[in-house]
């Protein structure tokens, strides 16, 4: 087992929690650093410098090399794991999936959650508040596909928990918080969400 895993995170991004939650799936520990980045604490000369020059989170760091981008460390930390599937094709699907959630799935529910659960509705921009609407369709359309897709599987890829469902999970649990999406809308999705968290090993966002 690899040690000396240190995540550098803010710990109510949904991102950070994917590697959190897969560490935990695959009992690999992770010390953790956090910084808050409504404070710009990933924006100071020093993070931008020697964790990640692109000033984002998360960043995984592996001895004195550092893996930005969540799904990313979330590969690395679950590699010769369960968590990603032997066969051929399913890694691709799983990845199918992963790059969904990355491009159709984060940049609206995340975005939203981030906006009106963090930022508040009335300190958006005048460019935030035009963007709201389509935001909040297309991430309706990412949980509708999702809620089609699980409507006779338990999970996204194969018989088992990938990193698939890790990397959707981890904000559409959450995506009310963003205040314009309704979990009850998407039934197969609930009940996913249930299957995830009775994994063994499972580890909550706020732990």
């Given at each position: ?12 991004s ?20 956090e910084y ?6 990933t924006r ?34 679950a ?12 890694r ?7 790059f969904?959630?990355?491009y ?7 975005t939203?959650?981030?906006?009106m ?18 935001k ?35 904000y ?19 009940a996913?969400i ?14």
């Amino acid at each position: 087992m690899e040690k000396g895993l240190i995540l550098h995170e803010d710990p109510v991004s949904g991102n950070c929690y994917k590697i959190r939650l897969t560490a935990a799936l695959v009992g690999m520990p992770l010390e953790r650093r956090e910084y808050d980045i409504l404070k710009g604490e990933t924006r100071t000369p020093e993070f931008l410098a020697n964790v990640n020059a692109n000033g984002r989170i998360p960043v995984l760091q592996i001895g004195d090399r550092f893996l930005p981008e969540s799904d990313a460390a979330c590969w690395y930390v679950a590699e010769g794991s369960a968590l990603i599937p032997p066969d051929r094709f399913d890694r691709a699907d799983m990845l199918r999936w992963m790059f969904f959630e990355q491009y159709s799935h984060e940049p609206n529910i995340a975005t939203l959650r981030f906006w009106m659960h963090y930022l508040g509705e009335e300190n958006l921009t005048e460019f935030q508040r035009g963007q709201v609407e389509a935001k909040w369709l297309a991430g309706k359309a990412a949980l509708a596909l999702m809620n089609t897709h699980l409507s006779d599987r338990d999970f996204f890829v194969g018989p088992t928990v990938t990193l698939a469902d890790i990397a959707l999970f981890a904000y559409t649990h959450v995506c009310e918080e963003g205040g314009c999406f309704h979990l009850a809308d998407y039934p197969a999705v609930c009940a996913w969400i249930a299957r995830i968290e009775a994994l063994d090993g499972f580890l909550a966002m706020s732990a």
